[in-house]
Structure formats: structure tokens, C-alpha cells
């Protein structure tokens, strides 16, 4: 990808283009926010008021930030076009 991407906060995945707010991932579906991974526990108006914590948790249990959204995340497959780096947030 030609496009400079900034991380994902919910995913890790390298998926939000560098500059535009409120974007959403196509690996979990997370919309980014102004909380981002400095206020996990933060519930998020643009993720229908879940928390980054809880949107990690899901997406790790369902491959998306909530299991309704499963339908519209890339398949594992495809998450193979995205640069992935593990980063930890603060746990509870």
C-alpha cells in the first residue's frame, strides 16, 4: 500500500490513514476516536460505547471490536495486507 497508515488502537493492525479522524478499521471495525489508547476504559461514543479495553477483548474472541460487527471486518486472510505490530495498553 502506497498510503501512509497509522495503527489501529483497537487491532494493531496498521489500517487508519495518516490524518483523517474517525476512520474505521476494515480488520475490527474499531472507529478511531479522540480517546485513542490514552483513555482505555473510556467509553466511546463513536464505538457505541464501548471501551478500547472491551473492543481488544472482542477482537481477540471474535475477530472484531464486537461480535456484531463480525460480518463487516476483512477475513483473517486479508489482514495479511496490513502491517501488524503488538503494542499493550494499561491493563485493569
Not at 464501548?50 to 489482514?79: E, I, S
Request: glycine content about 6%; aromatic content about 12%.
Amino acid at each position: 500500500m502506497s498510503e501512509s497508515l497509522a495503527q489501529c488502537d483497537c487491532c494493531d493492525y496498521f489500517t487508519i490513514p495518516k490524518g483523517n479522524d474517525y476512520e474505521i478499521c476494515p480488520v475490527c471495525f474499531w472507529e478511531q476516536d479522540a480517546f485513542g489508547v490514552s483513555e482505555p476504559d473510556e467509553a466511546s461514543c463513536a464505538n457505541h460505547g464501548l471501551t478500547l479495553h472491551d473492543g481488544r477483548k472482542n477482537f481477540l474472541m471474535f475477530g472484531a471490536c464486537a461480535a456484531k460487527f463480525k460480518a463487516n471486518v476483512a477475513a483473517v486472510p486479508a489482514r495479511e495486507n496490513y502491517r501488524y505490530a503488538a503494542r499493550a495498553i494499561c491493563s485493569r
